[in-house]
């Protein structure tokens, strides 16, 4: 009853570490909170961010490697250790058993020295020996004291006559046991094995394997993120080229022959810019015939008026009263006429834009003075020395529309500030006169709206396009311009215009 074929199979694989890696790393899911970053001059606002288009490309493409690898990981390891463990369990039964076959004879001498035997039969390095004979445990080396490390339950299924195989933890490092009962010299005879070098082994396949999985992820994330950008190529092209376009260089076209799954978008987006030109362009004709049409009455009209004007005294009063009318009209018209011009050049794109570096001090400075309207200018600490990034004639443009509504609804303003933090420089236009009731202070900006304060004075004055320039010009040189309570009374106009890095305090 002894060979490896009857050995009862009662393997326990708890002394090894199962390290099972095969998931990738977790994916969250997008994040939904991402800093929006403001928005580009002359784009409309962005919506809220999600993860960009190339970041998904690049977490799917390292995703898909992660899993993959993995899995072909976990495969690899499991294959391997059940196959190197089978051949290496079957080889050291076979080795137990013909062991035991060996010592059969010499176990029915009564007198023979059990422990130098066992000694004897222990060939494979590091293996130990242990005999139950007679009510007594012998063992081959001193290294243990009998029955342990044999577990109970190991122990009685042999000596009841079965022969058993298991492997077990000694001292930490798994132990393959072998217990073959001798019926002819009614003895148990059982052999350790150490298995810690396969352990070993195994261990150091599961490690390259996981850096292998680790480098593959890393590969694909670096493929994902290459793809993501080779394949948003033509898109961030289109989109450089919409920039382009609404930054006012109208003949931005796309290559049609890069891209050849492109080529409806890129035909399209082609057509779109030829139109958007001609129209543009037609406006602009348009635009300037109207200017040249109204123009030459409008001269004809002032020169003959200012004939009139001189002659006024031999007027009579009634036809003084019209000519005063008549002046103020013409003026207004003249006004009129000049800031619809002004405003469809800006709404063309046309009115060319000189960006240059100033210094707040010198600008403000400056633009109140062209404006001949005597007003004190207050700086902060720091701010007349930062530099700003403007078109001059549009910052002048706007100081004088900001001052000439202060002197028309709100007798002059009485103070400019000027402050500026880390981002921004703010030019706050004061005065003392009646205020902006909150529910106009937005609808003023509008183009033709006049406040009440507007309308009250009547006819004659303004033209409601004042505002609606300085907000155009504002929104070129990226900055806002909002309105608020100027204390208890009156109202401040402010300014805001980006600084300039380099000039941060
Ligand atoms: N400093 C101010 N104080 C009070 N109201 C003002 C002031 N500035 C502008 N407003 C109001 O805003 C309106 C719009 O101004 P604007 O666009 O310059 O047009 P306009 O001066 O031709 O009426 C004015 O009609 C007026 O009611
Ligand atoms: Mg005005």
Same mark, same amino acid.
């Given at each position: 009853m002894s060979g490896a074929g009857l050995l009862r199979r009662t393997r326990s694989t708890k002394a090894h570490a199962d390290a099972d890696r095969a998931a990738g790393p977790d994916h969250n899911g997008p994040s939904e909170h991402r800093p929006s970053r403001p928005p580009a001059l002359g784009i409309g606002r962005h919506h809220r961010r999600r993860v960009g288009l190339r970041a998904r490309i690049t977490i799917f493409f390292a995703l898909g490697a992660a899993i993959l690898s993995g899995t072909i990981a976990a495969i690899t390891y499991y294959s391997v250790r059940t196959s190197v463990l089978d051949q290496q369990t079957t080889s050291l039964s076979h080795e137990a058993v013909a062991s035991a076959l060996l010592l059969r004879p010499e176990l029915q001498d009564p007198t023979a020295d059990y422990p130098a035997l066992l000694a004897s039969t222990a060939a494979t390095d590091g293996s130990d020996t242990l005999l139950y004979k007679q009510r007594r445990w012998y063992a081959s080396s001193v290294r243990f004291t009998p029955p342990r490390p044999v577990p109970l339950a190991f122990q009685r299924l042999v000596l009841k006559g079965s022969d058993a195989e298991e492997t077990i933890a000694v001292a930490n490092s798994p132990t393959y046991v072998v217990g073959v009962w001798i019926p002819a010299a009614q003895s148990a005879y059982f052999a350790l094995f150490p298995l810690s070098e396969v352990a070993n082994t195994l261990h150091a396949l599961l490690a390259a394997l996981l850096l292998a999985a680790l480098v593959v992820t890393l590969a694909g994330a670096l493929l994902g993120s290459w793809a993501a950008s080779r394949a948003l190529r033509p898109l961030h092209e289109a989109a450089q080229a919409a920039l382009d376009i609404a930054g006012g260089r109208l003949d931005t076209r796309l290559e049609t022959d890069d891209y050849a799954d492109l080529a409806v978008l890129t035909s399209a987006f082609n057509r779109m810019a030829d139109r958007l030109q001609e129209r543009i362009e037609r406006e602009v004709s348009f635009t300037s015939d109207v200017n040249h049409e109204l123009r030459s009455p409008l001269t004809t009209l002032a020169a003959s008026l200012s004939v009139l004007e001189g002659r006024r005294d031999e007027l009579p009063e009634r036809s003084r009263r019209a000519l005063d009318l008549l002046g103020a009209e013409v003026r207004r018209f003249r006004r009129l006429v000049d800031d619809l011009l002004e405003i469809s050049r800006l709404d063309a794109g046309l009115s060319d834009v000189s960006m240059a570096e100033v210094a707040l001090g010198d600008l403000v400075t400056r633009s109140v003075a062209a404006t001949a309207r005597p007003v004190p200018i207050t700086f902060d600490d720091t701010s007349a020395e930062r530099h700003v990034l403007v078109d001059k004639r549009r910052f002048e443009r706007i100081i004088a529309n900001l001052l000439d509504n202060a002197q028309h609804?709100? %007798? %002059?303003?009485t103070l400019v500030t000027v402050t500026s933090d880390r981002r921004v420089a703010r030019v706050s236009v004061e005065d003392e006169g009646p205020g902006i009731p909150p529910e106009e202070r937005e609808r003023i900006f509008d183009r033709f709206s006049r406040g009440s304060s507007g309308r009250r004075r009547g006819l004659g004055e303004g033209t409601g396009l004042g505002l609606a320039i300085v907000a155009e010009h504002v929104r070129m040189l990226g900055g806002r311009v909002w309105v608020e309570d100027n204390g208890a009374r009156g109202s401040r106009f402010v300014v805001e215009v980006p600084i300039l890095d380099e000039s941060a305090p």
């Open positions: 609804y709100a %007798g %002059g303003s």
